[in-house]
């Protein structure tokens, strides 16, 4: 069986990505209030196996779990990248006429700004889960409230589904990544099968540093899928560079990191893993 550490209550996104992920596989969910207890709870236990969402198609990057997944040492394992959908539900004696307040996670709220902006009279309230302000209002039996989850937590918690669909943008997808102790990598993934890799660097204060080094991957045929820069604390205008790429050929990936390593400072490999697939 696997232990699963998400941030979030069963029904969340990070419960539905980890049951796609491991489909058809025994897994037992550990619930989490933050992403940084899922990280601890893989410090704490090495066997347990983490699911962090790292980016969303409309919302950007999450930067605070680039250096949690930085920090902890852990491996990227593994990506799943879900569709997300949002519905509003409420009680199931409540309607349209007497909900006055909406309860979500921020980004959620963020996503359903248009379903928001249409409904001035209900008054949008930050939680720290979209599943979990489902289930604090069922249990709670907090009339006139309502909450932006996904539908199989309205389901899960009871809740009456008052419209599904509710984001704006019908491709938001939520990018989710697989983590564990390092010395449990290979039995997670074949590394001969990898073709994607995380890489986190830094570089010297020099004009054209960064462009030498996309230079040489490209040189080896990598292809970048996304670099992000986080500033490094206490060092001013320094920076930390978060670099997916993916290739065909692991050997030629191997000495594309061979080359670019002088180049850099404090380069370290996140993960090599399978580029995941989009989900429906």
Known sequence: ?????????RGSFHDIAANQYFEGEQTQLICCATFEEVFDCIKNDPTIIGMTAIENTIAGSLLHNYELLRDSGTAVVGEHKLHISHCICCLPDDDWDTITEIHSHPVALMQC?????????MKAVENEDTAG????????????HAAICSAAAAEMYGMKILENHIEDNKHNFTRFLVVCDPRKADYLRPIDKTDKSSLVFSLPHEEGS???????????????????????????????????????NLTRY??????ITPLTRELK????????????
């Open 269 to 280: 490999i996140l993960g090599e893993y399978i580029n995941g697939k989009q989900s429906d």
């Open 113 to 121: 700004r248009e379903f928001l902006a249409r409904h001035t009279e």
């Open 210 to 248: 960064l462009s030498q080094v996309l230079s040489i991957l490209s040189f080896y045929k990598i292809n970048m899928t996304k670099i992000q820069s986080l500033p490094i604390i206490g060092r001013e205008w320094e920076y930390m560079f978060y670099v997916d790429v993916t290739y065909d």
């Open 133 to 144: 302000a489902a289930k604090e209002i069922f249990d709670n039996r907090q009339h006139g």
């Open 254 to 259: 191997r000495q594309s990191i061979d080359a």
């Open 1 to 9: 069986m696997k232990r699963i550490a998400i941030q979030g209550l």
